[in-house]
């Protein structure tokens, strides 16, 4: 077998939106280099001036250098049928792999990282940077940041990590079965290897411990592993997938759990990858409020957290389809609804469907008593239920409780517990806030699950 030894420098930290300015390949045959190809590298772009600090890599040495595809034939060539190597391989690789590829070729072969092996067969050192790393090792890099002094530095860590694996760590690497080497660089495998098959949700932390996204599943472990797959070279991926150093979890009994869990959990949270769910607010309410004349007013508003709304919804038009119900059926006054408003009498003053109040013919009183009623009924409207479902273990069912429209909360009991004790049952459950998203999602299982819906009357 045969190793790729890779170091590249770039213009920048992504592939997609970035070239390479320097390239060396060291090849290695287990026991020392072979052979080795180094070039400087036209990236077409401009050098940013940090990079220049950086590497030394100036604009003016790569002017008259090749462009990646004068050299692509070659590189690939060196590069198929062997391991390829490179101290976090998989920054390296992406970029090597996505110009190829606009170069015509399709990279196709196996990974080691240095990274990570260096933490399973050198543990214990406070940093694995190369060149902390090397210092610790006693490895010297001539030309730090270029990639022929790199590259030959991570040649010699390769060779001293195949003479100190005394338990097979690379052969277990490059196993075909292993998806290690997708891994992101920070992620120990022992912490995708503790991760269960079951419905959750799970949060990717950053080196402090903060939460940087959350996600659900029905799998957890499958969809934690979804998040390392394929080559994505764009710029958030590639700094999300560096900025993961451990995963937490929290199985829930089902996905449906899993979905509230999340939804939550951002909002209190709030990690800075996450955005879908971050967007999510409550558009319109139904308020209500009384008047300098004594009359209560009901209208569609704008939601807003410091105002009580009476129901919340995600669009004007189904607010004022509940609002005209509540006309109809209680005979209100649309003018005082806010339906109508250039108007001196509201259209039902002529048709006999408003009693007057829009022009003082019927008392505030009067009218007051139907708007009563009219909320009364909508919160008979408003379904009340819980959801039995399965729970987390054979032992326990869980248990979603809505109320008068509302989610409520959700948790676990007993599997032997009487769920028609509606009182104790209730006293069981974690209270959680509720939104229509969260709502929509429990209404529409509940429509689609009618045997596991117990339905709730006060």
Not at 179 to 190: G, I, T, V
Not at 326 to 335: A, G, S, T
Not at 390 to 395: A, C, T
Request: aromatic share 10%; proline share 3%; glycine share 6%.
């Amino acid at each position: 077998m045969q190793y790729a030894v890779v170091d590249i420098e770039t213009t920048g930290g992504f592939a997609s939106g970035n070239g390479i300015t320097e390239i060396s390949i060291q090849i290695h045959d287990g026991m020392r280099v072979l052979d080795t190809f180094e070039t400087l590298i036209n990236p077409q772009s401009f050098i940013p001036p940090y990079i220049e600090a950086l590497t030394g890599i100036s604009n003016d040495m790569v002017e008259h250098a090749p462009v990646f595809e004068a050299v692509a034939d070659t590189i690939y060539n060196l590069l198929k049928d062997r391991v390829f190597v490179a101290h976090n391989v998989n920054f390296d690789f992406s970029f090597v792999k996505h110009h190829l590829a606009l170069a015509g070729y399709d990279l196709q072969c196996k990974k080691l990282c240095t990274v990570r092996l260096s933490r399973k067969i050198f543990p214990g050192f406070p940093s694995y940077s190369l060149g902390k790393l090397c210092s610790n090792l006693k490895i010297n890099i001539e030309n730090r940041h270029r990639a022929g002094g790199d590259a030959a530095a991570t040649a010699i860590l390769l060779s001293l990590l195949l003479e100190a694996d005394a338990d097979g760590h690379i052969k277990q690497s490059l196993n075909k079965t292993s998806k290690e080497q997708a891994l992101p660089p920070n992620l120990a495998k022992a912490c995708i290897d503790g991760l269960p098959d079951k419905p959750g949700v799970y949060y990717f932390k950053d080196q402090k411990g903060a939460v940087v996204y959350i996600g659900k599943a029905k799998n957890i472990k499958k969809r934690v592993c979804s998040h390392f797959t394929g080559n994505n070279s764009g710029p958030q991926r590639q700094e999300f997938l560096r900025s993961i150093h451990h995963v937490d979890f929290e199985i829930c009994g089902t996905e449906l759990m899993a979905f509230i869990l999340e939804a939550t959990e951002i909002k209190r949270l709030w990690p800075s990858s996450n955005r879908a769910m971050k967007r999510f607010e409550q558009k319109y309410a139904l308020v209500s409020y009384t008047d300098q004349q004594g009359y209560i007013r009901l209208g569609i508003d704008k939601y807003k957290k410091q105002v009580l709304s009476l129901y919340s919804f995600n669009s004007l038009t189904d607010g004022h389809q509940l609002l005209r119900m509540l006309i109809k059926e209680h005979v209100l006054c649309e003018k005082l609804c806010f339906i109508q408003s250039k108007r001196t009498a509201c259209t039902g003053h002529a048709l006999g469907t408003c009693a007057g109040a829009c022009v003082g013919e019927e008392s505030a009183a009067s009218y007051n008593v139907r708007v009563k009623y009219a909320l009364q009924s909508l919160h008979t409207l408003l379904p009340s239920f819980a959801l039995i479902d399965q729970g987390r273990n054979e032992e326990e069912q869980s248990c979603l409780w809505v109320e008068k429209g509302q989610f409520y909360g959700m948790g676990y009991v007993s599997h032997y517990s009487d769920v028609t004790d509606l009182e104790t049952l209730k006293s069981a459950l974690q209270p959680y806030p509720s939104n229509d998203y969260i709502l929509n999602l429990i209404l529409t299982y509940a429509d689609a699950h009618p045997s596991k819906k117990l339905s709730i009357k006060f």
